[in-house]
């Protein structure tokens, strides 16, 4: 069963501005982690951000942030700023039980 | 440089001619991985292994092996292959087991006539 929803196939937004993408999951583990992947037209799997569960501060990367519900297991990232370079596909993943479980992706297209 | 390879980038068989795709880190990362990606269905683990000779299923196991015979090679082979296994396919390693960011290959393009 899918652990981990991305309800969003794709997203569009103009240059310089914000784009808010949503993830839930599912986990019984207490200890888990959660990422978010970008996967540009070149296909490289690229690490955007990282949070782990016990911890209640969400994580930031530059203009890429999260908003990490643990009560609601809800993980959306947001983009700030956007950039035509941000053009790519975004994967929510969950790291449990020794495994990475992905969401099946949110396509992002920045728009000049 | 700190990397994953994997060989062949592209590779396009007929059903049933076994192959193998090498997937090799410099990193001296203990787990390696391997993913498939299909439109729509995100990337799903085919299997994983802690260490040597240690390895596990994923989620979508059926139809491949892996091996781990040293730390730093984990081999993706289809004994059999079919159509239903075109896909692209990564590998990936991370330093320990749990939660430590996992580097990615990039990717091999498989298509099973």
């Known amino acids: 069963a899918q652990t981990v929803t991305q309800s969003q196939p794709e997203m569009s937004v103009q240059e310089a501005e914000t784009v808010t993408l949503s993830c839930t999951y599912d986990?019984?583990?207490?200890?888990?982690?959660l990422f978010w992947y970008k996967q540009p037209p070149s296909r490289q799997m690229i690490l955007v951000i990282r949070?782990?569960?016990?911890?209640?501060q969400n994580a930031t990367e530059n203009r890429f942030s999260v908003n990490f519900q643990k009560a609601a297991k809800s993980f959306s990232l947001k983009i700030s700023d956007s950039q035509l370079g941000d053009t790519a596909m975004y994967f929510c993943?969950?790291?449990?039980?020794?495994?990475?479980?992905f969401g099946a992706g949110t396509t992002v297209t920045v728009r000049a | 440089e700190a990397q994953v390879t994997q060989n062949p980038r592209y590779l396009i068989t007929v059903t049933g001619k076994k192959l193998t795709v090498t997937c090799s880190q410099n990193?001296?990362?203990?787990?390696m991985s391997w993913y498939r990606q299909d439109p729509g269905l995100g990337l799903r683990q085919i299997y994983y292994?802690?260490?040597?000779?240690?390895?596990d299923k994923g989620d979508v196991p059926e139809g491949y092996k892996v091996s781990r015979k040293e730390k730093r090679n984990f081999p993706l082979i289809l004994e059999s292959p079919s159509p239903n296994q075109t896909s692209l396919y990564f590998c990936?390693?991370?330093?320990?087991?749990?939660?430590?960011?996992?580097?990615f290959g990039p990717g091999t393009r498989l298509t099973v006539l």
């Open positions: 986990t019984s583990e207490s200890n888990y982690y």
């Open positions: 993943a969950l790291w449990d039980d020794y495994k990475l479980s």
């Open positions: 990936a390693s991370s330093l320990e087991l749990q939660g430590y960011e996992q580097f």
């Open positions: 949070q782990e569960a016990y911890k209640q």
């Open positions: 292994s802690m260490n040597v000779e240690v390895t």
């Open positions: 990193m001296n990362h203990e787990y």
